[in-house]
């Protein structure tokens, strides 16, 4: 009985994954997260693999100095914060971090998150509600689209980086806005309010936000401008300080981060002017109603961060690898463009074949995932590469001809 229950729940959406191939299931790495990685094989076996899909873009995660900084930190801050930040769990480590952020960005304050989807979802329901109107990039991460969709407000889905679509949208918002019945009173409420959110870098393409047009399009309109640079921090920019960097331009009002990536530790981090951090600090429930990151986790974040301060070069050498890994597809005849960021997609198309594809790659030692729908839409499966700052340039050219192979003799 209980079975059938959860039968009824459960069996249509695991039958129609394995019979579309977008079943999930994970793959098990034996040894830290590096260029080289083990990982376990379906036969049981052990196999060494060139990691060409990982997030840790600057390969931070197992530099000996950082990791012997973070267990210093668990030998003074402990195991767990104990508490969420508001009551007791807020200690020296997690303020340190807030301050190197805010200033590592250029930006009055910061506040950090356990993750960069809670950053995400705490920060755009806290502020937006119903009333307000939200300009969202189509290809915009799923934690994005979950603060919308919590947020309750209107939500126009803008096409992927086409600044004359968003500005027909904010038309069309402002027009829907001006029939609205107003309230007596004249308050914030009372007023049109606009929210344009976009990933600085697109995590499935690897492409770029218009940073200069939106933030033209936010002042002449009104709106607030929030980016996720979430692909950004570490990576873009002379230093690795992100997108505006990156343009050599001004700043968007709601910059988000993640600390996971290449920062290589853990949590999220929203920076900007002190009174947008005072607000999401008395709004944001992704904030509020959680327990503070592991004090050891914050120091790590921090330590590993003024590492990137200190070593721009290790910047300059992913930005060199993925044009080296680019232009060796290229020569190969595979379907790439320059990449701008750390992620170069390579488009299979078909779901069976990317998985057939990538399958392939793993036997022959070279670690790119498929991603599948609904991470990306149907039909557009692909291998999705990323860079890191310590591949060898011999490896690069290396992987690139076997995967030119791959795809030629997977048909
Ligand atoms: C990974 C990612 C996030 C989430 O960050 P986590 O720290 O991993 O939770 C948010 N936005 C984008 C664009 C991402 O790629």
């Not at 801050?77 to 807020?90: C, F, I, P, Q």
């Not at 997108?243 to 981090?269: I, M, P, R």
Request: charged share 20%; glycine share 6%; with cysteine.
């Amino acid at each position: 009985m209980k079975e059938k229950i959860l039968d009824l729940f459960t069996r249509e959406t695991l039958e129609t994954a394995r019979a579309n191939n977008t079943y999930r299931s994970m793959r098990l790495m034996e040894t830290p997260e590096s260029s080289r990685v083990k990982i376990r094989m379906p036969d049981g076996t052990s196999q060494e693999q060139i990691l060409l899909a990982s997030n840790s873009y600057l390969d931070l995660a197992n530099v000996d100095e950082l990791k012997h900084a973070m267990s210093q930190a668990v030998l003074e801050w402990g195991t767990g914060s104990g508490g969420a930040r508001l009551t007791t769990g807020n200690k020296t480590p997690h303020q340190e971090l807030e301050e190197f952020i805010a200033k590592f960005k250029g930006e009055e304050s910061a506040i950090t998150f356990n993750t960069g989807y809670m950053a995400n979802v705490g920060t755009i329901s806290a502020l937006c509600g119903k009333n307000d109107f939200i300009f969202s990039d189509e290809l915009n991460h799923a934690s994005i689209i979950d603060g919308i969709r919590l947020s309750r407000a209107k939500c126009f889905v803008y096409k992927h980086n086409d600044m004359v679509d968003l500005e027909r949208a904010i038309m069309e918002a402002k027009a829907e806005f001006s029939t609205r019945e107003m309230p007596a009173e004249n308050s914030a409420a009372s007023a049109f309010r606009g929210l344009i959110v976009t990933d600085a870098v697109f995590s499935m393409d690897g492409d770029l936000a218009n940073l200069p047009e939106l933030l033209r399009i936010a002042h002449e309109s009104e709106c607030l401008l929030m980016i996720d640079e979430a692909h950004a921090t570490g990576v873009l920019g002379k230093t690795g300080r992100g997108l505006a960097e990156h343009y050599g331009c001004a700043h968007a009002d709601v910059t988000v981060g993640t600390l996971s990536k290449a920062v290589a530790a853990e949590g999220g981090f929203v920076a900007g002017k002190q009174q947008l951090i005072d607000f999401l600090r008395n709004k944001a429930r992704s904030f509020i109603f959680t327990t503070a990151m592991a004090p050891a986790v914050a120091a790590a974040a921090c330590n590993n961060l003024r590492y990137i301060d200190a070593h721009p070069e290790r910047v300059q050498n992913l930005r060199e690898n993925v044009k080296i890994f680019c232009d060796a597809l290229l020569h190969e005849g595979v379907n790439v463009v320059q990449s701008p960021s750390a992620i170069v997609p390579i488009v299979i198309g078909d779901e069976a074949r990317a998985l057939k594809i990538s399958a392939a790659l793993q036997d022959a030692g070279i670690l790119i995932p498929a991603i599948r729908y609904p991470t990306v839409a149907k039909g557009q499966a692909r291998l999705r590469a990323s860079l890191m700052a310590t591949h060898m340039h011999e490896q690069l050219q290396i992987a690139a001809t076997t995967i030119a192979q791959i795809i030629n003799d997977c048909l």
